[in-house]
């Protein structure tokens, strides 16, 4: 490569000239977003908290879920603060909800998506068109990962996709006191490591057989549950 082409100088990032086509000014574009982190991090309360921020900013928005642990479709957090919400259900295109509500007369300056680890891929790649052409300011939060330590669909989707990556910074603690990153499923006292992904979305024991528990990653390797579960019951601040 020649040094002095001015067109190919790396340097050129650094230019207080823009390149040609750059706008100046306001951001051209909407962003996507993903915060993510493990159970019980306060993804829910931090996504009634921005939505709080940009509703006070008299600016409108749009509150998704999927699979909320509710029930009924809302964002609901731990530490009892609920918002109605609409359910992205596993077909439906995005883009089409935010333009049936353009076709009502409704403005929609930006999404905030809840449990956005079960949205799909294309799901995903229709939050990014939206950020994109519609401008919209969409904000996801999700687990990265499920309790088999990998990557769920659409949070893969987000890691490749987003302009922002925001890990959340209440760390949630495995009982040794480390940082819990993994979301293991318990099932008497064995950490299960196959099965449907689906049940991950909550906390809360699905049956009276499988629970959570958020692990480092030494503890969720090894299985070990730590003391508390040693003597058949989990610590819990309830
Ligand atoms: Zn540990």
Redesign the pocket.
Known sequence: MEPTNPSTDPTDALSAVPAAGAHRGAAPTGRLRFFFGPMDCGKSTLALQIDHNQARQGRAGLLLVRHDRSGAPAISSRMGLARDALEVHEDLDVRDLVRHRWAAGARVDYLVVDEAQFLSPAQVDQLAELADDARLDVYCFGLATDFRSTLFPGSRRLFELADELNAIQVEVL?????P?RFNARVHDGDVLRAGDTVLVADTAPTTDEVRYQV??R??YRTG?L?PAAAQGRQLSLT
Do not use: F, P
């Open positions: 495995c009982w040794c006191g480390h819990g692990l480092c030494q503890h070990d730590g």
